[in-house]
């Protein structure tokens, strides 16, 4: 029997959001509808993605991170298909084949400290590895994490999972107490009933982009280990160069205990997460012949993904992208805070590298303030949605809101980002935030594009 995909593609053009809506999560379908989003993307490069009208738009979210390099790398494209003409075999489940063993020493070349890699398919999957060796090596269960924290949607990353909407409804999780995010005074607290196994944070908050004071991980790690405790940095999101440095941990002298990381080492291409600890703690899970599957998956180190990891590393060093997301992030930051100090209504710039955070507060002037309260009235969080929507309607720039209830934008483009689309990016934001507290101007335009939507659903 053959298999024609293009073929199959083409025969079923236009029925995207229906068979989403049908077969999958509706809810999908319906947001995106409501806000205007509901674009079928056939094609992308580098930052942009194309639609089934020809028109191209800039991505400021990359995928929630897993665009490093942009789309469609030529290099990550060539070393995937090597892979498959090399016709390797795949996943024979008790053999050591050497791509997963390339990509770890790699990996371990860029985190001073850890010693050993176990791969999974996801950031959960790594939040979950992470987990269970902290628990098993300290013999202790209970976990630290902070507020707002995200690390994953199974069952042991939603225990420490600090926002309550995602929680809800889903039974008992595992033992876990939630702490302030960069308070050492909480942690210290935390620590004192000394059954804590581990910390888990991120170096800088998806949600909300929080960023902590200078020298909280270098302390925090002290604290851990002087109640014989645990560091494990979350960098599924702010790893392999994304905020200037290959971790985000390593913008302070500090070696945790073990590091998480997925997203971009996908190259965009194929799922994959690794989990880096150290020899003491691997070894403590590993500890025998008889126990050499006491935590595996079926589709670890897999030919694809390893080549994808491979050539991401690759890319990344031989295009300085880490030293290229530091320059430009600043560029981008100083210009954004430039822009704060003429417009009240962004009240904070925040981030690191490329993984920026814009928050909105309430402004000065009255009638400005007055679009503010009634959009607060409504929804926490309507504000950086109408600013959302209006990067995206007007200039075709794709972003996101950090966080439900918060009113945050989070600034996540490829590592490949141009000096002109980092140029354009902030030529839109000052149209769209100029725009934004006027009252025949864009709270018009957004009300008016719910109100339209609405009705035609």
């Known amino acids: 029997m053959d298999f024609d995909l293009t073929e199959l593609l083409a025969a079923r053009r236009g029925e995207s959001f229906a068979l989403h809506d049908r077969y999958l999560n509706p809810q999908q379908a319906k947001v995106l509808h409501a806000i205007g989003f509901d674009k079928t993307y056939v094609r992308a490069e580098g930052a942009s993605l194309f639609d089934a009208d020809g028109n191209e738009y800039l991505d400021f979210l990359s995928g929630f991170g897993v665009f490093a390099l942009g789309r469609n790398h030529p290099v990550v494209r060539r070393a995937l298909h090597d892979a498959l003409d ?20 790699r990996l371990l070349a860029h985190a001073p400290g850890l010693d050993r890699v176990f791969f ?8 979950e590895a992470a987990l ?14 902070c507020d707002r924290g995200f690390h994953g949607l199974t069952l042991g990353a939603l225990s420490a999972n600090g926002s309550d909407e995602f929680r809800a409804g889903f039974g008992a999780l595992l033992p876990a107490t939630r702490i302030p995010f960069g308070d050492l005074d909480a942690l210290a607290a935390g620590l004192r009933t000394g059954d804590v196994a581990a910390l888990i944070v991120e170096p800088i908050q998806g949600h909300g982009m929080a960023v902590p004071p200078p020298g909280y991980l270098t302390t925090a790690v002290d604290l851990l280990h002087s109640h014989g405790a645990l560091l494990i940095c979350d960098e599924v999101q702010t790893g392999l160069g994304r905020t200037g440095t290959f971790f985000a941990y390593q913008s302070e002298p500090v070696h945790p205990d073990l590091v ?5 080492l996908s190259g965009g291409y194929v799922p994959v997460g690794a989990m880096l600890t150290t020899d003491r703690i691997f070894s403590s899970v590993y500890s025998s012949m008889d126990r050499l599957m006491v935590h595996s998956s079926t589709f670890k ?7 994808a990891g491979l050539a991401t590393l690759a890319v990344l060093e031989s295009e300085a992208l880490t030293t290229h997301a530091d320059r430009l992030g ?8 430039d822009l704060a100090a003429d417009h009240d209504i962004l009240g904070d710039v925040r981030g690191r590298g490329l993984m920026l955070g814009l928050e909105f507060t309430r402004p000065t002037p009255r009638r400005a303030r007055a679009i503010w309260s009634t959009m607060q009235k409504a929804r926490v969080g309507l504000f ?11 200039h075709r720039i794709l972003t996101q809101v950090s966080g439900d209830h918060m009113e945050v934008i989070k600034l996540i483009p490829p590592l490949t980002l141009t000096d002109t689309q980092a140029a354009h990016f902030l030529t839109a934001f000052t149209d769209v935030l100029t725009d934004a507290t006027k009252p025949t101007g864009l709270p018009w335009e957004f009300g008016r594009t719910l109100t339209a939507r609405a009705v035609r659903r």
């Open 330 to 337: 600043a560029t981008l930051r100083a210009a954004l805070t």
């Open 260 to 264: 998480t990381v997925a997203k971009a």
């Open 384 to 394: 950086s949605q109408m600013i959302v929507a209006g990067l995206f309607h007007r």
């Open 120 to 127: 999974c398919n996801s950031g959960a999957e790594a939040v």
């Open 86 to 105: 090399a016709n390797l075999a795949e996943w024979v489940q008790f053999d050591c084949p050497p791509l997963p063993g390339l990509l770890a020493e």
């Open 132 to 145: 269970k060796f902290a628990r098993h090596a300290t013999g202790r269960d209970r976990i630290l994490y």
């Open 301 to 307: 180190g897999g030919t694809l993904a390893m080549a």
